[in-house]
């Protein structure tokens, strides 16, 4: 994951002070790519440890269209509730209810979750009814019946439900190439990249996206391209970067997905895991809300 250090090296030398929407505070770039070749290995961040069952089980949500955090918070997954809880801090039923009490609420009151749980028309919604359209039933068929289109798009910014999203989409736009020998590759475009927290969680879900893809279409994989617009590093992250900058990346682990599954749709937990995962010891950092 040498990419990923250089982006973070690359922000720290060329980044402009910025202020943002949270009142944290970044330092920031407009324009970066990274581009990983998923046979060399699952590009999972190993100069700190990343919590990869979360990866899968949110990935898994959005294909599903979910888009209630109850399902997440179910499977310890927590990295969507400070939206959700926040909202409902401001509603007349809280009654000073920690962030770690309300996801209890989430997880053992399925009433308490479909009432304050919703995000919104976030990703899931978006991915499988956008105004309308399955896109992702159609990327498939189209994948399959016209490989070389250059119109294999995923879409999550809707201008017409972005009022209504708990936030708006940062991964916006995710196109598909297949090339002559039928290799498999995606390019996601990010408006919005959050470099310490959200950056090593978005390169391992696309590709991992794409490597489910290749399987049920019955492709070889190629790339994962990644392309970020503001690509910033918070203050509250700086000294966290720099901790990962003082470390050497291992070798890359391998995914291993149930071989079975030819449907994309039919995907469980269950059904992958992580091989010859070692990295260094986890970096905590606090979510910009």
Same mark, same amino acid.
């Given at each position: 994951?040498?990419?990923?250090?250089?982006?973070?090296?690359?922000?720290?030398?060329?980044?402009? $002070?910025?202020?943002?929407?949270?009142?944290?505070?970044?330092?920031?770039?407009?324009?970066?790519? &990274?581009?990983?070749?998923? %046979?060399?290995?699952?590009?999972?961040?190993?100069?700190?440890?990343?919590? @990869?069952?979360?990866?899968?089980?949110?990935?898994? @949500?959005?294909?599903?269209?979910?888009? %209630?955090?109850?399902?997440?918070?179910?499977?310890?997954?927590?990295?969507? /509730?400070? @939206?959700?809880?926040?909202?409902?801090?401001?509603?007349?039923?809280?009654?000073?209810?920690t962030l770690k009490e309300f996801n209890e609420k989430i997880k053992s009151d399925h009433?308490?979750?479909?009432?304050?749980?919703?995000?919104?028309?976030?990703?899931?919604?978006?991915?499988?009814?956008?105004?309308?359209?399955?896109? +992702?039933?159609?990327?498939?068929?189209?994948?399959?019946?016209?490989?070389? /289109? *250059?119109?294999?798009?995923?879409?999550?910014?809707?201008?017409?439900?972005?009022?209504? &999203?708990?936030?708006?989409?940062?991964?916006? +736009?995710?196109?598909?190439?297949?090339?002559?020998?039928?290799?498999?590759?995606?390019? +996601?475009?990010?408006?919005?990249?959050?470099?310490?927290?959200?950056?090593?969680?978005?390169?391992?879900?696309?590709?991992?996206?794409?490597? &489910? +893809?290749?399987?049920?279409?019955?492709?070889?994989?190629? %790339?994962?391209?990644?392309?970020?617009?503001?690509?910033?590093?918070?203050?509250?992250?700086?000294?966290?970067?720099?901790?990962?900058?003082? *470390?050497?990346?291992?070798?890359?682990?391998?995914?291993?997905?149930?071989?079975?599954?030819?449907?994309?749709?039919?995907?469980?937990?269950?059904?992958?895991?992580?091989?010859?995962?070692?990295?260094?010891?986890?970096? $905590?950092?606090?979510?910009?809300?």
């Amino acid at each position: 994951m040498e990419q990923y250090l250089e982006l973070c090296q690359y922000v720290l030398k060329h980044g402009q $002070k910025k202020a943002d929407r949270t009142n944290t505070g970044t330092i920031s770039v407009f324009g970066y790519q &990274m581009k990983f070749d998923l %046979n060399q290995g699952f590009p999972l961040l190993t100069t700190k440890k990343v919590h @990869w069952p979360a990866i899968i089980h949110e990935l898994l @949500w959005f294909i599903a269209g979910d888009t %209630n955090i109850e399902y997440l918070v179910k499977n310890k997954v927590y990295i969507w /509730s400070a @939206w959700p809880y926040q909202k409902y801090c401001q509603n007349k039923d809280y009654l000073g209810e920690t962030l770690k009490e309300f996801n209890e609420k989430i997880k053992s009151d399925h009433q308490f979750a479909l009432k304050y749980g919703d995000l919104g028309p976030v990703y899931g919604k978006q991915w499988r009814n956008f105004n309308g359209v399955d896109q +992702l039933t159609d990327l498939l068929t189209n994948l399959k019946e016209n490989p070389f /289109s *250059r119109r294999h798009i995923l879409s999550a910014w809707n201008p017409e439900e972005i009022s209504n &999203m708990a936030l708006p989409p940062c991964h916006t +736009l995710i196109q598909f190439y297949v090339s002559e020998d039928k290799r498999l590759s995606c390019q +996601l475009y990010q408006r919005s990249g959050d470099i310490f927290l959200g950056v090593p969680f978005n390169i391992a879900s696309y590709s991992l996206l794409t490597i &489910m +893809l290749a399987q049920v279409l019955g492709y070889k994989l190629g %790339n994962f391209v990644h392309t970020l617009g503001d690509a910033h590093i918070y203050s509250n992250h700086l000294e966290q970067v720099n901790t990962q900058l003082k *470390r050497t990346p291992k070798a890359l682990p391998k995914i291993i997905i149930n071989p079975n599954i030819q449907d994309l749709f039919a995907f469980k937990f269950e059904d992958f895991r992580i091989e010859d995962y070692n990295p260094d010891e986890p970096i $905590k950092g606090v979510v910009a809300v």
